[in-house]
């Protein structure tokens, strides 16, 4: 039998339900403001007390409101709120499977796609998201399973704010962790990101793909070209995130296809550059519009990343003299479009000249004395001394390096700056590469 105390809560509890079921709009989102400012931050145990062992009713009737009035947005920001003092609750397992059982995951996903949805609420669709996310694997694996990481990347693609899209990151991290199932979705849903046109979505998109892609372990096929393409931004936020994932894939074994494709790019294909020749012609301000033509953007982001992959691993470098990266740097040095891909290349062949003497001889001759003056008394700065003379040697130049390479040139170059290595195998990897490459050589000759 129970006590006079427990039946004037019981009646308290049926009186609170009764009023929210007789309640308007205006009415409902006076309770709700009335709920987040009473018991933000409870447990489970605390709310069961508020609600005399009965909270369950009102959350029930929290999520009835929100399946009917999400597509309207009335009160969604309260309402989801709500619903995240019972799922953040400490102990609150219980309420988070009622709200599961009755569809919560694919109303908060749908949530994401209305246009008509603030973004503010959008933001508090994806904390709940989160919560259901690190309550467990098998919780990742039913938001993945409801078509979650193509909802929640589209949404980071289209979000207009930043605050969103930090929390979206924080969500697809979650996701990517402890989640061996679906881990391959969300790595590959990160790559579909890159090509979108926000510069915030591709450098957060960038920020967990290098987290994701040593949980995976492998690497997808695609993104090499998505990577590459991402260079060509005008944003430094992103080019950098860019090179940080490019430095972690050179470890993978899509090693030489990235090595050959940002060799590549230093000398963008002919009808890449000529597109906008037309409006060059037409319209007296060249430089402002070459300085952001993508190829040249591209071109010295390239230039930029080589420099950063010699420098930190030698093995790097000498691949990428077997990839001829010494001719298209010069040939990036000659380009009078664009001033930064001449800088940038300018500063990787100087580290290639002071690194390799074969380097260093092959491309004294091919500058001619005076030009290499220029480029040894200072790099960075050579593009704003040289002549168009010199601009067309340099874009001209035909230097092959690699002619002239043998392993015993790079075994003695490796031996003068780093000592003996201790074992043979790093020469007979060198020794590999180079048969490797003359034979393509041999089937590229005509």
Request: a negative charge.
């Amino acid at each position: 039998m129970t006590s006079i105390k427990e039946q004037a809560a019981i009646s308290r509890l049926l009186s609170f339900l009764q009023d929210w079921d007789n309640a308007g709009k205006v009415a409902r989102s006076h309770i709700l403001t009335s709920f987040i400012e009473t018991n933000q931050g409870k447990t489970a145990p605390e709310l069961e007390q508020e609600f005399s062992q009965g909270a369950s009713l009102f959350l029930v009737r929290l999520t009835t409101w929100l399946r009917l009035t999400y597509m309207t947005g009335c009160c969604l920001d309260k309402l989801l709120k709500s619903i995240g003092i019972f799922l953040s609750a400490v102990s609150s397992n219980r309420y988070l499977i009622e709200f599961l059982e009755v569809g919560g995951v694919l109303t908060l996903l749908e949530i994401l796609g209305l246009e008509k949805i603030k973004e503010e609420d959008k933001k508090e669709s994806i904390k709940l998201l989160q919560l259901i996310a690190n309550s467990g694997r098998k919780y990742k694996e039913l938001i993945c399973e409801s078509y979650g990481v193509r909802s929640i990347a589209e949404f980071l693609a289209k979000s207009k704010s930043e605050e969103c899209q930090e929390e979206v990151q924080v969500l697809l991290d979650a996701l990517v962790h402890g989640n061996p199932k679906y881990q391959n979705q969300v790595y590959k849903g990160l790559i579909a990101l890159l090509p979108c046109a926000c510069p915030k979505a591709q450098q957060l998109s960038l920020q967990t793909l290098r987290t994701a892609q040593s949980i995976v372990g492998t690497t997808h096929p695609s993104i090499v070209d998505c990577v590459l393409k991402v260079l060509r931004t005008m944003h430094l936020e992103v080019q950098y995130e860019a090179i940080e994932l490019i430095k972690d894939l050179v470890s993978y074994d899509v090693r030489k296809a990235l090595l050959e494709g940002l060799v590549a790019l230093l000398i963008p294909p002919v009808k890449e550059t000529s597109k906008l020749q037309p409006k060059i012609l037409n319209d007296s301000s060249v430089l402002q519009l070459t300085a952001h033509l993508p190829v040249f953007l591209q071109q010295a982001a390239a230039a930029k990343a080589i420099g950063v992959l010699a420098r930190s691993n030698l093995s790097i470098a000498e691949e990428l003299l077997h990839l001829r990266v010494v001719h298209s740097l010069m040939a990036a040095m000659g380009n009078t479009d664009h001033s930064n891909s001449q800088r940038l290349a300018s500063l990787t062949l100087e580290y290639y000249v002071q690194m390799f003497p074969v380097v260093e001889e092959h491309v004294r001759r091919s500058m001619g004395e005076d030009l290499y003056k220029l480029f040894t008394s200072n790099a960075e700065e050579l593009y704003m001394k040289m002549d168009s003379i010199q601009a067309d040697i340099l874009a001209a130049n035909k230097v092959n390096v690699t002619k002239a390479l043998n392993p015993s040139d790079v075994y003695s170059n490796m031996s003068f700056y780093f000592g003996h290595p201790e074992n043979e195998d790093h020469l007979s990897y060198i020794t590999d590469f180079q048969k490797r490459n003359m034979e393509a050589m041999g089937e590229q000759s005509p």
